[in-house]
């Protein structure tokens, strides 16, 4: 297959600057990743990198040495240098559901001023439908005179955790575009990536990534409200779950009950697209109960804590998994800072191990609660043990072992990772999510 090699920068090296830029580089562009953050991209240099997502690490070093990925702090040079700028700065949302756009607005306005000739401008970010236009209104305002551009909108897909294989593989690629050009440069771009392309207006590209999100979201809540359902029926929420995901028209993904979904984009997208839909004159209740669930998933997980470990004041509980899913050492939203939290303000005692996330959980936590070196460590004379993320090494630790280090034989079990019929028959009181 013959590849034709774009020059192109990624403004924003987070999580998705970092990945995209990576795995761009990876199919034979030349990549510059551009971050204002100086400390970040020094260490990026020295091969150091800000986040932990697997796989990565040595794909960076590899494109590095071939010369194809670089980074730098200089916004300006690196416009320059390429044909193409992927804008993939944080687009977070503010107290009232609307989106903070102006890194997104920073950004447009810097990449104008250095534009020397014809660029595509493509958002990677999130954005809420109709900002691919703003960004377009910056640049007409900000660059050269007569100089030509076109604007797209290549919303982002992967998950943290997952990011290279679902870059690499994604189910699709959706691009936004209002040019033949632009059409043209983005299809060759994504040419080495062999899953359909869909073309359609920036306005469409931009709500299909809400929609997206907000429909995911919508399924996590839908299973945690059946699991309330089936706790209350002696049924059992992940029976029901397999037998829903049979049915083609649902699909088996999505549908694992627990403590309500967390991370830094599906409690933000989902308030961002209420938000678009108010502006849009439509009252989303639909998914402004989406948020209600998840946030009272994580209460009823509390309660059944304090009512079975009563007098919580002095009490050691064990906690296993800090960051919001496996995989990631991302804490943002991660659903067990409302609870560690609210398990540190009744008096328990909290040792917890992440096998990743620890560095990033003691700047949320700091010395309000005890890290451990590892999972074993965590259970040494605990009086309940609560499970937030599930990690696969946590499954590998049989509940013989479990019971073994523990005082008292409680396990509170927000990701269903063992079996409700062996733990009862081992003698454990463990409560799981939608199983009486
Ligand atoms: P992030 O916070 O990890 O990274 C954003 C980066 O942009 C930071 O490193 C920051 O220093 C940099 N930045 C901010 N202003 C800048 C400027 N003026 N110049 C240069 N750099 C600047 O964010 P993220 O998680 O990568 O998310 C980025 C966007 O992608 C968001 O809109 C998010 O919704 C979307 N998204 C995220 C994911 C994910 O898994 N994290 C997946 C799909 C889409
Ligand atoms: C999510 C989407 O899955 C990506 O497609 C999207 O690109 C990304 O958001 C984004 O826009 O940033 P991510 O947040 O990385 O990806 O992780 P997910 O695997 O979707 O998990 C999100 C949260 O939902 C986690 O807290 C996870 O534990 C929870 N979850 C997920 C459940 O509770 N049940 C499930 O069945 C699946």
């Known amino acids: 297959m013959k590849i034709k090699k774009y020059r192109v920068c990624i403004i924003g090296t987070g999580y998705v600057g970092l990945v995209s830029g990576t795995c761009f580089a990876q199919i034979g562009h030349h990549v510059i990743c551009v971050d204002n953050n100086k400390e970040k991209i020094e260490n990026l240099q020295k091969g150091i990198l800000p986040i932990y997502e697997p796989g990565l690490e040595k794909m960076i070093l590899k494109n590095k040495r071939a010369g194809r990925l670089f980074f730098t702090t ?3 040079e690196a416009v320059k240098k390429s044909e193409v700028v992927f804008i993939a700065v944080h687009t977070p949302t503010k107290e009232n559901g609307e989106t903070n756009l102006r890194y997104v607005e920073d950004v447009s306005k810097e990449v104008a001023k250095a534009m020397d000739k014809y660029k595509v401008v493509v958002s990677k970010s ?30 982002e897909f992967l998950k943290e955790g997952s990011a290279i294989k679902d870059f690499l593989k994604p189910d699709r690629v959706v691009i936004g575009v209002e040019s033949k050009k632009a059409e043209k440069i983005m299809r060759d771009i994504y040419k080495p990536i062999s899953s359909p392309i869909i073309f359609t207006s920036i306005e469409s590209a931009e709500i299909i990534k809400h929609a997206c999100n907000a429909f995911l979201a919508t399924k996590i809540s839908f299973i945690n409200a059946i699991a309330c359902i089936c706790e209350k029926n002696s049924a059992n929420v992940k029976e029901v779950a397999v037998a829903m995901g049979l ?3 649902i699909g088996p993904d999505f549908l694992k009950a627990g403590i309500g979904f967390g991370g830094s984009c599906f409690p933000k997208d989902v308030s961002a697209f209420i938000n678009v839909a108010k502006k849009s004159g439509y009252d989303f209740n639909l998914l ?30 064990a906690v296993w998994g800090l960051s919001f899913k496996p995989n990631t050492d991302d804490m943002r939203e991660a659903p067990s800072i409302d609870i560690i939290n609210e398990l540190v303000l009744k008096g328990a005692v909290v040792k917890a191990f992440d096998p990743v996330a620890t560095k990033k959980a003691k700047e949320v936590f700091k010395d309000k609660i005890i890290y451990c070196k590892n999972a074993q460590e965590a259970l040494k004379n605990a009086d309940a043990l609560v499970i937030l993320t599930e990690w696969e090494n946590f499954k590998k630790i049989t509940p013989e072992i479990i019971k073994k280090l523990m005082k008292s034989p409680n396990v509170f079990d927000g990701r269903n990772i063992f079996s409700p019929q062996k733990m009862a028959r081992l003698g454990f009181n463990y409560y799981s999510i939608g199983k009486k």
Do not use: H
């Open 288 to 317: 402004k109960e989406v948020k209600k669930i998840n946030k009272k998933q994580r209460e009823i997980f509390l309660d059944k804590i304090i009512k079975n470990v009563p007098a919580l004041k002095g009490k050691n509980i």
């Open 247 to 249: 049915d083609k028209r």
């Open 126 to 155: 999130t954005m809420p439908v109709n900002t691919g236009q703003k960004i377009k209104e910056i640049i007409t305002k900000f660059c050269p005179k007569g100089l030509t551009f076109d604007i797209v909108s290549n919303p």
């Open 74 to 76: 200089d916004i300006a």
